[in-house]
Structures are given as structure tokens and as C-alpha cells.
């Protein structure tokens, strides 16, 4: 949310599509502008590659900023099978879809800090 509400504050005339499938963590109070014209909310799961394909060709998509993650990774540890589904395949789809319309300028993947390992003291 920090990103889109940045991103709708600086770049007004740039739409914002953000596609969440609304995990019980998810929460979408922290968009300041959920009602403004260059902001769309799209209740779907990017591990549907033929979705995501679809929204790129509905909106004519140039850009993704991929920020979609299961957080909370030390829920991870007992179900991990459903963070890989999430994580690793959902970031395929999107990366598949994104080939096959063939239209995406940039592509930027955004991950969490778990990824650096353990911050020291």
C-alpha cells in the first residue's frame, strides 16, 4: 500500500491495477485513494496465469511491480507447500503471462528482507 500510495501521489496521470486475492492477513484500509480514477482493485489470485494475462490486455498493462508474497514466513515452517503455490508459482504466472502478451517495458519483483537472512544485532 505504501507503494501504490506513493505511486498515485506522484505519478497522477499513471493507473494503478493491484490484483490481491485477499489473504486473511490482506488488508486494503492503508490505500489513501481506493476511490480515485487511476486506481483499480482486482479480488483475484495471480497464480491464474489466464487472469493475469487477461487484466495485462484489459488495461493495457506496460509495467508490473510484483510485490505479491505470502508474508509471514515463520507460518511458513509448517505449511510450506502453500507459501512455494503462492510465491513461487504465483510470481511464474505473472512471469508467463507478461511473456506471452509480450507488452510489459519493465518488470521489477519485489521480495521480503527474509531474503537477506538474520539482521544483526
Known amino acids: 500500500s505504501t507503494f501504490i500510495n506513493y505511486w498515485l501521489e506522484t505519478y497522477p496521470n499513471d493507473h494503478i491495477i493491484n490484483i490481491d486475492r485477499l489473504d486473511p492477513v490482506a488488508n486494503t484500509k492503508n490505500i489513501l485513494q481506493p476511490n480515485s480514477p487511476n486506481y483499480s482493485f482486482i479480488v483475484a489470485d ?3 496465469k489466464d487472469i493475469v494475462l487477461h487484466l495485462c490486455r484489459q488495461y493495457n498493462i506496460t509495467h508490473i511491480a510484483h510485490f505479491a508474497i505470502q508474508a509471514h514466513i515463520d507460518s511458513s515452517f ?4 502453500t507459501f512455494t503455490e503462492s510465491n513461487v508459482y504465483g510470481t511464474h504466472s505473472v512471469l508467463e503471462a ?3 502478451y509480450g507488452k510489459i517495458q519493465k518488470f ?3 521480495s521480503t528482507d527474509e531474503v537477506y537472512g538474520e539482521t544483526p544485532p
Do not use: K
Request: charged share 10%.
Open 108 to 110: 521489477i519483483h519485489i
Open 98 to 100: 507478461s511473456r506471452i
Open 46 to 48: 495471480i497464480g491464474n
Open 78 to 81: 509448517g505449511n510450506s507447500i
